[in-house]
C-alpha cells in the first residue's frame, strides 16, 4: 500500500496544472518514508498524506491488513460494519479466522461500482 501511495497517489485525480507535484511527491514519499520506518503512525500519516493530496486524491484509511482485520482506526471499524451488514450482523468487532475468506472477498469489490 505505502508503494502504491508512494507512486500513484499524486496522479490518480490529475492535480491542478499550477501545482508543484515535484516539491508534492517529495512530501509524500518523505512521509511514506517514515511510515515505513515505523517513525510515523498510520493514523498520524493519513492527515499529512490527505492534506499534501487534497487537490488530487484523498485516504480515508491507512494500515496494515492486521490493523483493518482489527478495527483498529475508526476507518477501519467502518469497513468492519459493511461488512458485517453485508453478511447479516451489525457488529464491527475484529474479523475472526473462520471469517478470513469471506473479509477477503468483500473486500475484492469493496468501493467498486
Known sequence: MLGFIAEHALFMNLPRGDLDLAAIQEAVDKIVEAMRCSRIRDETALPKINKLLRHASKFTWLGTFRSLRQGEMKAARDVLKEF?????????????????????EFLRNYCIG
Open 84 to 104: 458485517r451488514g453485508s453478511q447479516g450482523g451489525t457488529s464491527a468487532g475484529p474479523v475472526r479466522e473462520e471469517e478470513l475468506e469471506d473479509f477477503r
